[in-house]
């Protein structure tokens, strides 16, 4: 992009345009993950969505690439594209509630913990993921999961409506009786279909939560798997754990001697009777003592932010995801060997609980196709310092490469890293894949947002 060019986007657009020349431009190109180095012609910071409709209309009309930053929690940086155009959403963080409606909108900008600080000021929330600096629209179009799933559904289960710029500049609002076509393909569809500021979620009373953690030597992962696995489906839909393996962090609430030892592990979020949170619990000593249990109340907005000072930006990350119906026997000898083998103190691996709530959804009913899942598991190497970069690649790849075999196919697409291709992607949306093609060619026919995991536009 020349420098002409450049100028007139600024003055075309209110937000403020930075290019490579400008002393913020290095600080405006990072995002979550370090092992991203992009380096886009302009990063637009939108204002609103006047903005957005004014920079996606400029973007096509100048035949530039696109690309779209929400929260910049994009594992395979798909937020950025070398030297094309990345809108970037975050100044745009507003979030309004409704306590009457138990309604909250916020703006396509806005982060987890914008939502949850806002809503959790009133005794609600909705489901989200378990990271509070994550962008509420990129989770929210793949789907989301997290600690209410089993109780309250998906994040996109709870979207009433969502304001959206489209690929020609045009502003709609999709919802149930407007534009339901859409509607139906952003709930899980990712941002092939437009780009969304603002979005409209149903909450549901949420307040004090309990809390828990239970860890376990790595070396009796095969043990409190195959005990996990029995119990987290059939548990009254109050009861959420993810499976975890990973090495112990120093600091509270773990003893020291715990620090830095591998283990396996479950987080627990109790939104039942919190007088009976010790023994609902109870049952962490049926696979065997565990090596540390610790379980409270707590605020369920300090819950969503519990992780956050232990994996900031800025650090190297590579991640890959499955979907999973079971866990057979032959898959709990992969996780040993893996939690053995964890290269780095950060580096994990979570099973989430998908069932529940989840399950009562029609299997049609949006356009996340794997309504029979139970797991979604994300193989993730973590690490500050690049020379560990292609380490905890390989243990990332290998990892769920492994376990493949006993998954469903696919994966949840915010947890799809750099370069699974095409097939994956089919894989990923099944039969629904054809469907969203069709709303794809009817919403953005020529391919306009493809700086995602990408659903080609049917052919007319």
């Known amino acids: 992009m020349d420098s002409a060019t450049l100028e007139d986007m600024r003055t ?14 290095d600080e405006a190109r990072k995002i979550y993950n370090a092992m991203i180095d992009k380096h886009p012609a302009a990063i637009v910071r939108c204002a609103d969505a006047a903005d957005v409709m004014a920079a996606v209309s400029y973007v096509r009309d100048h035949g530039l690439e696109l690309a779209v930053r929400g929260g910049g929690h994009s594992g395979p940086g798909l937020c950025l594209v070398d030297d094309g155009v990345t ?16 309604t909250a909108q916020a703006d396509g900008g806005a982060h987890l913990g914008d939502l949850d600080h806002a809503t959790h000021a009133f005794g609600l929330a909705t489901p989200t993921g378990i990271i509070s600096m994550t962008g509420v629209g990129g989770l929210t179009l793949g789907g989301g999961h997290g600690y209410l799933t089993r109780k309250y559904g998906l994040t996109a289960d709870n979207l009433i409506s ?17 534009h339901p076509d859409l509607f139906w393909a952003m709930r899980g569809g990712g941002g092939n279909f437009g780009i969304a500021t603002s979005l409209t979620y149903r909450l549901h009373p949420v307040d004090t939560v309990g809390v828990g953690v239970t860890v376990w030597p790595v070396g009796h992962t095969r043990e409190v798997l195959a005990w996990y696995r029995g119990f987290l489906p059939q548990a009254p839909e109050d009861v959420y754990g993810f499976f975890a393996i990973f090495v112990v962090p120093p600091g509270p609430p773990f003893p020291e001697e715990l620090h830095g030892q591998k283990v396996c592990g479950v987080v627990w979020c109790h939104t039942g009777d919190p007088d ?24 369920y907005v300090a819950l969503q932010s519990m992780f956050d000072e232990l994996i900031p930006t800025g650090y190297q990350w590579y991640w890959r995801g499955d979907f999973f119906d079971h866990i057979p026997d032959a898959a709990l000898d992969v996780h040993l060997k893996y939690g053995e083998n964890n290269p780095t103190q950060l580096s994990l691996m979570h099973l989430y609980p998908i069932d529940g709530a989840a399950h009562r ?16 598991g994300v ?3 973590v690490d500050p310092d690049p020379a560990n970069a292609e380490a905890i690649r390989q243990w990332c790849v290998g990892y769920q490469e492994e376990l493949h075999p006993y ?7 915010n947890f799809m890293g750099a370069g699974e291709g095409q097939e994956r992607v089919r894989a990923t949306y099944r039969d629904h894949y054809d469907r969203l093609a069709r709303v794809k060619r009817t919403y953005d026919p020529d391919n306009l947002f493809h700086a995602n995991q990408n659903i080609e536009p049917a052919r007319a």
């Not at 979030?95 to 138990?102: E, H, I």
């Not at 998954?407 to 697409?413: A, C, I, L, R």
Request: charged share 20%; hydrophobic share 40%; proline share 10%.
């Open 361 to 376: 959804m029609g299997p049609d009913d949006t356009a996340w196709s794997y309504r029979d899942a139970v797991w979604s």
């Open 407 to 413: 998954s469903m196919g696919g994966s949840y697409v």
């Open 12 to 25: 075309t657009l209110r937000g403020p345009v930075t290019g490579p020349r400008d002393a913020e431009y």
């Open 87 to 102: 809108i970037d959403l975050s100044p745009m963080r507003g979030v309004r509630v409704d306590p009457a409606a138990r």
């Open 276 to 299: 009976r949170l010790d023994e609902t619990l109870s049952v962490v000593n049926e696979p065997g003592p565990p090596a540390f249990h610790f379980a409270t109340p707590m605020p």
């Open 162 to 178: 969502a304001d959206v710029v489209l690929a020609d500049g045009s502003y709609v609002t999709a919802s149930a009786d407007e």
């Open 379 to 381: 193989f993730a190497g």
